[in-house]
């Protein structure tokens, strides 16, 4: 199976300041990769796929960069909406696997 | 407006069996693949099973800790998309989600809890 490592697990940060969550996987998905948002009692939102395509009415301050085994996601200018949980997840081989998530928070 | 809804969840024994639905609207059921992800509580989320339309011969996939354990099924007709779940442990615990999509999960429904206990 192919391992996803998601970095920081747990992230703290202002209003307004730019946050980047890391995912590094154990082999090159060719960025097969999206990233979820997650709300406390909520069901998982799409954000962004193919490791860089914003999903349709996704706020422009997101951002999803990288390729091979290394790929990020970055928060511009960050809000008070997205404290949240975000996920990486790969589709490039079965079974289909996530990162272990990362916990953002305001400071 | 795409919707996914699922239902079926309750508290059951270890061994037991359960069967989860997601009624789905929105969308054109019959050429979607759909998937169910599950969340234990406080954790990470965790594919569980995949069942592709009726173009991919209805192929279904699963995960290596549900394998032999659990089918994935659907009908085009309702628009529906079930999960049998057979000889649950309490490692199953965890919330359900009804998920569609080939590789991402574009649109995911509420969830349904189920509880494996003694």
């Known amino acids: ?107 | 407006e795409v919707q996914l809804v699922e239902t079926g969840g309750g508290l059951v024994r270890p061994g037991s069996s359960l069967k989860l639905s997601c009624a789905t609207s929105g969308f054109t059921f019959s050429n979607t693949w759909m998937n169910w992800v599950r969340q234990a509580p406080g954790k990470g989320l965790e594919w569980v099973a995949l069942i592709k339309d009726k173009y991919s011969n209805y192929e279904a996939n699963y995960a290596e800790s549900v394998k032999g354990r659990f089918t994935i099924s659907r009908d085009d007709s309702k628009s529906r998309v079930y999960l049998q779940m057979n000889t649950l442990r309490d490692q199953d615990t965890a919330t359900y989600y009804c998920t569609r999509g080939e590789d991402y999960f574009d649109y995911w429904g509420q969830g349904v809890m189920v509880t494996v206990s003694s």
């Open chain 1, 1 to 107: 199976d192919i391992q996803m490592t998601q970095s920081p697990a747990s992230l703290s940060a202002s209003l307004g300041e730019t946050v980047t969550i890391e995912c590094r996987t154990s082999e090159d998905i060719y960025n097969g990769l999206p990233w979820y948002q997650q709300k406390p009692g909520k069901s998982p939102h799409f954000l962004i796929y193919n490791a860089n395509s914003l999903h349709t009415g996704v706020p422009s301050r997101f951002s999803g960069s990288g390729s091979g085994t290394q790929y990020s996601l970055k928060i511009n200018s960050l809000q008070s909406e997205d404290v949240a949980s975000y996920f990486c997840q790969q589709y490039y081989d079965y079974p289909w696997t996530f990162g272990g998530g990362t916990k953002l928070e305001l400071k």
